[in-house]
């Protein structure tokens, strides 16, 4: 079966940690995205698991295959590379042809084989033009169709849509999810956009300075986020996060203060909100502070204001209006926050 | 029709195209002086008289009843055996481009692709070598050479070139496999390749016209050598170039001078003919950064 576990894998380059202690079990024809900032290690992970890249320490399993030492090729992966890595001396039927020809598959089969997987992909009129007479989405079409013209036990991609323009980027992303879903290969998919990690996976992986921040559902990412981090990082805008002190259920920042939490917990914290969950109100609200700003997205309006140090926003219907500086009401009843320890981060139980 | 913008003042169209006339003439003049020179005898080519009689030929007639006298070529090709410096000079530089090449594209590839700081200082260090005059490596083999009993022979001399010409193929070629992007070997690789068939299957393709214009520069170094060919090599081994240049200090009797400008313009020859075959790759090599995915 083509399951990937990875026992506490870590690359050390001299005293610097780029991954420490990676340990994850990906399940057969699960679509995993890898996701964080850029240098959180992420690349890193991935090109360990293609052999690009040498173990320090740990383990990495493809099936009952303990990979560690064996060479790029003999791992029955493919991938496909952000610059696209084509081969711009071939055509587009030659690049997708090559991993064929160099795997030595019959060469009876490899042209329908070929034909196939350009099918998939929407290449089939442009087999005969070479990779620089091509767009930029019909290039990444082609390393897709390289990777998978071969029936691999595992899709590695990293970063498959950082070149492309942000509305190729969506039809492509969900090609990709679609050529998954059909294929059904374990899938391992790099991105530093929430977004697309939200949109394909199965299941994120969340990643910061080489270590796990958080595994789950994108649902269980977005609204149970394991630490300020994840907070922080996941969502558009990102959850509020506003420190304070905790005393008997009660939350209280400069400006703000929030009753009836049920934590046992007291101290030093930092609550989270989603500005979606919150609403605008006209009395009673938990902030009555100046509008900072009034963003127009469309299908909403933000308000933002700005409590202590932190910028806090709250989502309000599309048809709202304020002027800046106006007294706006904003109601964050206890149900919807989230509560962190502020020294480590991490989400404290039963908000 | 030109549009404005494109439309030069008269006075700079002049300057440029003087200038352009300019060193044409100084560029051309002399090979084309020497290749009609080198179908008169002496007299003319050489004339105390008259340099017109360069033109005419005057001499030429009286002596043999035409314009115009292959003698230079025939004493030369035949009373001479130019032909076998020309038979040397092949064997010296197809064996000093192949070498060059085949250790310059494995250790640019190598250099371009480590990630160790040692090669700053390989390249570094084959930065100086290839600044030394070429006779410092001479004269340090020589008196080795001769103990050894292997001078005067062609492999003693293709290595001294090969070893003078490698810092600079792998320079060059360093320059230009940094010049194609990583993720072109590794996609190989995950595709199935090992390093090697990535190297011979995927990057040398793309680094053919790299590979073409560091291989004209080498062959053009083996092919020009003065230095170490006339040290090195026995009368009858001599390359070209040393042998034109015994022409010209030895054989100083009547007419004989005249084999030496034959010989030039016969080793002029398979110059143009080179050029002109791999005139696009040079070109394409030269401006590199011409692998664009």
Known sequence: ?351 | MKNRAERQPLPLMLLCWGFVLIWLITAAFPFLWTLWGSFKVEADFFSYADWMNAVTGTRTIQQTGSAFTGAGYEGAWVEQRFWLAVINTAIVTVCVVVISLTIGTLGGYALARSGFRYTFWILIAALIFRAMPHVTLVSGYLLPFFQLNIWGYLPTTIIVLVAINQPFTLWMLHSFFLSIPKDLDESAMVDGCTRFQAFRLVIIPVMWPGVVTTGLFSFLLAYNDFTVTSMLLTQENQTMVPKIASFLGTVQAENKVMYAVAAVVSAMGPLFVLVLFFQRQIVSGLTAGAVKG
Not at chain 1, 7 to 14: D, I, L
Not at chain 1, 133 to 147: D, E, I, K, N, P
Not at chain 1, 259 to 277: C, I, K, P, Q
């Open chain 1, 1 to 351: 079966m083509a399951q990937l576990r990875l026992v506490n894998v870590t690359k050390a380059y001299g005293d610097y940690v780029g991954v420490r202690g990676f340990s994850l079990d990906i399940k057969d024809q699960e679509f995993l995205v890898l996701l964080g900032p850029s240098g959180c290690g992420k690349s890193t992970t991935m090109r360990m698991i293609a052999g690009l890249e040498d173990v320090t320490s740990g383990e990495i399993w493809l099936g009952d295959r303990m990979v560690n030492n064996l060479e790029p090729k003999d791992r029955d992966i493919s991938m496909v590379f952000q610059s696209y890595g084509l081969y711009p001396n071939m055509t587009v039927y030659e690049n997708i042809r090559f991993p064929l020809k160099v795997r030595r598959v019959p060469a009876a089969q490899q042209h329908d084989m070929v034909m196939r997987a350009a099918q998939m992909v929407e290449l089939t009129e442009y087999l005969d033009r070479r990779p620089a007479a091509l767009s930029g989405g019909q290039r990444q079409r082609v390393a897709l169709g390289r990777a998978i013209v071969r029936k691999p036990t595992v899709f590695l991609m990293d970063e498959p849509l950082s070149n492309l323009d942000a509305k190729l980027r969506v039809s492509t992303r969900a090609q990709i999810k679609n050529l998954q879903h059909t294929l059904k290969t374990t899938t391992v998919y790099v991105t530093h956009d929430q977004i697309e990690a939200m949109t394909l996976a199965d299941r994120v992986v969340v990643m910061n300075r080489g270590e796990i921040q958080q595994v789950g559902t994108p649902t269980d990412i977005y609204d149970m986020p394991a630490n300020t981090f994840v907070a922080g990082f996941i969502g558009s805008p990102a959850m509020n996060l506003i420190e304070g002190t905790l005393a008997n259920g009660s939350f209280t920042a400069e400006g703000l203060r929030i009753d009836g939490l049920t934590t046992a917990h007291s101290g030093n914290v930092t609550l989270g909100f989603r500005a979606e969950d919150a609403t605008i109100t006209r009395q009673g609200g938990q902030i009555a502070a100046p509008v900072y700003s009034i963003e127009l997205l469309g299908e909403a309006s933000m308000i933002s204001y700005r409590i202590g140090g932190a910028l806090v926003s709250v989502k309000a219907a599309k048809d709202y209006r304020a002027a800046i500086g106006e007294i706006v009401e904003a109601s964050i009843p206890a149900g919807i926050c989230h509560l962190f320890d502020t020294a480590s981060g991490k989400r404290l139980g039963a908000a």
